[in-house]
């Protein structure tokens, strides 16, 4: 047997062709209805390596709702504005419980555990947008996606945020129990609609994976030499993905990919190989953690056939 790593480009044609053949596809999310319009037989995958090559298959420039995953870049920028303090309103262990609840609220007096639970998300924010117009802090925030992605074209897809804010009775809940307990600075309206919309953001697989490429190398995208933070925070970014990125899948995540990943209801993973690549997969399909069902099988195996989990093999 030969123990010659496989060739990249070939890997991934190889998982897309193997997934678009799958008939287990997960449920598309229903929650909110525009998401239920989506093709569960769409799939991408792209992965970008050390030295820029983009290796990508199936539907990887197809623009999809990136959800939770515009978490990743919204802790990015609380943390460049509160630095450690927005640790006083956030934990960042892992919850255990589904990315939407409201159980651990009350006995932890309203500091949601993690940033990329929803509360935990509304809170980060909450503490961009304060000192700030709702518009504003939107368009930091699409602006910050759209340097990242070196594409101006990125836009929101305001069909998908008005479908969520006019369903999103649990966010609603989560932000309001949270302003009771002093943790939520703006008004619950403007809070909300920021954070919808930056869930509704648009993006494709490559988009995405070129966002994510920071976080693979030490904070700096390697090919425009833009330092986006420090070594140590992209560290610490990668760790409360790994813990936490993928809700009460993350255990089950890490244990099958074992790569920092963050997923998004849209049906988007992106996941980050330190100092290898950066990779985003898409199948709207959910498992019952909504987490995408055939993107986790598919980082699952890549990271075999590559041999890049952090846990070695
Ligand atoms: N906008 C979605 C929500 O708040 C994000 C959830 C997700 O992607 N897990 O319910």
Redesign the pocket.
């Known amino acids: 047997m030969s123990d010659a790593v496989p060739d990249l480009d070939t890997v991934v044609r190889e998982i897309a062709e193997e997934m678009a053949d799958r008939p287990d596809r997960g449920e598309v999310?229903t929650?909110?209805p525009e998401l239920a319009r989506v093709d569960p037989k769409a799939f991408g995958i792209v992965v970008i390596d050390a030295d820029g090559h983009v290796a990508a298959a199936g539907d990887s420039d197809t623009s999809f709702s990136i959800?939770?995953?515009?978490?990743v870049f919204t802790l990015t920028l609380a943390l460049g504005m509160a630095g450690d303090r927005l640790w006083r309103r956030v934990g960042r262990e892992p919850s255990g419980s589904p990315?939407?609840s409201i159980v651990q609220l009350e006995r932890e007096r309203g500091i949601p555990r993690n940033p990329f639970i929803?509360a935990g998300?509304?809170a980060v924010t909450d503490t961009i947008l304060s000192g700030h117009q709702p518009r504003e802090a939107l368009g930091e925030i699409l602006r910050f996606m759209q340097f990242l992605a070196q594409d101006p074209t990125i836009t929101i897809d305001e069909a998908v945020a008005a479908s969520?804010l006019r369903t999103?009775f649990?966010?609603i809940a989560l932000a309001n129990y949270m302003k009771s307990f002093g943790n939520i600075d703006n008004p619950v309206d403007f809070t909300l609609g920021v954070?919808?919309h930056h869930?509704?953001i648009g993006m494709s697989c490559r988009q995405l994976a070129t966002a994510s490429r920071f976080l693979a190398h030490s904070g700096r995208n390697p090919l425009t030499g833009h330092s986006v933070v420090s070594p140590e925070r992209a560290k610490r970014i990668n760790a409360v993905m790994l813990t936490c990125g993928h809700?009460d899948g993350s255990g089950e995540f890490a244990y099958r990919v074992g790569l920092p990943g963050k997923?998004?209801?849209?049906g988007g993973i992106i996941a980050v190989a330190p100092e290898k690549a950066s990779i985003a997969v898409w199948s709207p399909g959910l498992d019952a953690s909504?987490?995408s069902h055939l993107g986790r099988i598919a980082l699952e195996m890549l990271t075999r056939r590559l041999g890049w989990s952090i846990f070695g093999a």
């Open positions: 999310a929650y909110i959800q939770s995953i515009s978490k990315f939407n929803n998300a509304i969520e999103g649990r966010n954070y919808f869930c509704a809700y997923s998004g209801v849209g909504g987490n």
